[in-house]
């Protein structure tokens, strides 16, 4: 059993979640509930034109409704104080280092590399400045902004719990610009230096981060700290391929409005991309104990929202009535839950065969045959013992008329539900009750 983890989830606020964070946000929550450690929301918002309250807002309660509560939560505007005094330290080891260059000439540079066939790496130029042509250069009005210098001698190495042994090579690497020249800060040097004060002990994230994890861990070891495990996840695609633009930017309210459950979207995105197969489940707890790393793949993971209402069907047959019963309609008891979640793949759907409970209904006409076979299932229905009606009811019309199968019930569930499929009748039945169940079949 691995030792009590703490991870974190690190959005930007800077729009709302998607499904693909949302993934990531899951994954981090799973591991730690799984060893039984803490799971950490860090709002990186060091962006503040980008950064808003409201997206800030909408986080928080998008991972409240998914049930992802966070067990503490910072925000990186809060932490300045915190990056300055780091910044400093690095600065007195010569571990960052001020940079002059335009966007306009470091983008020549890289064209006359690429020319070269080259890999486009900032060739520091700026370490090469005496303390003159530094103080002339900010003389003249030019403010540096600032690049953490890699350290060039060794391989950058992590055994990733994903991707297994990695390997990166420094050299090939730019020096990172860590805060621009107006003082503000780039997101890779504050994760770092959060990583390491809120005793983050394993970082979930997607592949897209690889690089940066390469970047990062000479920050870790720079700050004296020793580094988080590294997980990185395949990214998530579309059935069809890359990740459409439409379901790339699914979010939790998307999905709300849809009525997916939210334990439908926790149970897909905790399997998808693993070798294990997709289950409905009615709570968390069971995804908690079957996630592992180990289990995860390096192919994309698949996000198929077809696979995601089958499931939600499937959700819905395990869900307790206490769980759901303050989202049915008023009046809906237990048993007509029991009798209608087998027949709904959301929960606004379960508001529809409701109506259809307590009525009233509109019957589609019968033809004079079925009517007149309604009627007798009418006179028999008040002769009737309650206890289990239909089975009651339909014995007696089937030795009276001799009518089986479909010519037995259709008409009678057209009657009793004005439609032709739905939930059991022997369930709906009793529901319905004997005095409207006669009104209906009376016509
Ligand atoms: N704010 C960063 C992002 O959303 C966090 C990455 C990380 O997990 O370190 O990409």
Known sequence: MASPAVTRFAPSPTGRLHVGNIRTALHNWLWARKTGGRFLLRLDDTDAERSTEAFAESIRGDLAWLGLHPDGSVRQSERFDLYEAAFARLKAAGRVYPAYETAQELDLRRKVLAGRGLPPVYDRAALNLTDVQRAELEASGVAPHWRFKLDHDEPIVWDDLIRGPQKLDPSLMSDPVVRRADGTWLYMLPSVIDDIDMGVTTVVRGEDHVTNTGLQLQMFSALGATPPAFAHEALLTGAEGKLSKRLGSLGVDAFRVAGVESVTILALLARIGTSDPVVAVASPEPLVE?????????????????????????????????????????????????????????????????????????????????RAFVSRAAEIAEGLDWAEPWPALTGALKAETGRKGRALFLPLRLALTGREHGPDMAALLPLIGREEAIRRLRG
């Open 290 to 370: 079957g996630f592992d790393f180990a289990r995860f793949g390096r192919a994309p993971a698949r996000f198929d929202e077809a696979e995601l209402v089958a499931l939600n069907a499937k959700t819905l047959h395990l869900i307790s009535f206490e769980q759901v019963a303050d989202r049915l309609p008023t009046g809906m008891t237990a048993a007509g839950w029991d009798a209608i979640r087998a027949n709904i793949a959301t929960l606004a759907e379960a508001a529809d065969w409701w109506a259809v409970v307590t009525g009233p209904v509109v019957a589609p006409e019968l033809d004079e045959a079925d």
